[in-house]
């Protein structure tokens, strides 16, 4: 079913724990799935989770962004279990507004109605 969603989709959050190397990796095997399914170029955002496990931490940040860099992503680091630097939503919603902005560029600067699906 993954196959399917990528084709579908509008825009890709991108998430992995920065104290789980192994979830850090899978990453690019997702970023070539995303690839082998449709045309690269819609907004993604790369999520470094769980930044309250500092003391555990097993990719630093600069690694996280220099990922995000070579995709064309931003990086932003969160924790969803206390949201420490408030970063949750604020994911959501950049994620929704690159979605919207680039729906609107497509359309020739035309106001169009997208709707998000999260899974």
């Known amino acids: 079913m993954i196959d399917e969603w990528i084709c579908n989709a509008h825009g890709f959050l ?16 997702m970023v070539e799935q995303i690839k082998k399914n449709r045309m690269w170029g819609l907004p993604v955002i790369v999520v470094g989770n769980k930044c309250d496990l500092q003391n555990e931490r097993e990719i630093s940040k600069q690694e996280g962004e220099e990922f995000a860099n070579s995709i064309g992503a931003n990086y932003i680091e969160s924790s969803a279990l206390t949201d420490e630097n408030g970063n949750c939503k604020n994911i959501f919603q950049e994620c929704a507004n690159k979605i919207i902005k680039k729906a609107n560029s497509d359309e020739k600067g035309e106001a169009k109605c997208v709707k998000c699906s999260i899974f």
């Not at 991108?14 to 095997?29: G, H, M, P, R, T």
Request: no cysteine; charged share 30%; proline share 0%.
């Open 14 to 29: 991108l998430v992995f724990a920065i104290n789980d190397k192994i979830s850090f990796e899978y990453l690019k095997d």
